[in-house]
Nanobody
Framework: EVILVESGGRLVQTGGSLRLSCVSSDYTYNHHPMGWFLQVPAKQREALACLDTRDGTIYITDSVKGRFTISRDNAKNTIYLQTDNLKPEDTAVYYC??????????????????WGQGTQVTVSS
């Protein structure tokens, strides 16, 4: 079973930045699309970003485009989500996902099959 572990979430003020990390226990995940999602209580999980290093595909959802950036370091089996200019409405649990599909034009939680436990991001006003 592949384990994905997120980290980097914490309390931050409006306008601040965080870099979230997700480490995979399986190096083969380096060769498959991975993504980031968020979820707030009582709401469905929402897509944020994904990337596929096999062909360079990157997708960023419109609501965070220009503020969030996805990247990966295959040598460390890690993907990152750089979040800048954070807003209170960004408060959520952030999840990474692996073993999925990244089309570049859309993204859905149903596109991925392996999930981490999440890291809490709280943005104070």
């Amino acid at each position: 079973e592949v384990i994905l572990v997120e980290s980097g979430g914490r309390l931050v003020q409006t306008g601040g930045s965080l870099r979230l990390s997700c480490v995979s226990s399986d190096y083969t995940y380096n060769h498959h699309p991975m993504g980031w999602f968020l979820q707030v209580p009582a709401k469905q999980r929402e897509a944020l970003a994904c990337l596929d290093t096999r062909d360079g595909t990157i997708y960023i959802t419109d609501s965070v485009k220009g503020r969030f950036t996805i990247s990966r370091d295959n040598a460390k089996n890690t993907i990152y989500l750089q979040t800048d200019n954070l807003k209170p409405e960004d408060t959520a649990v952030y999840y990474c996902a692996g073993h999925g599909a990244c089309s570049g034009s859309s993204l859905s939680p149903s596109d991925f099959h392996s999930w981490g436990q999440g890291t809490q991001v709280t943005v104070s006003s």
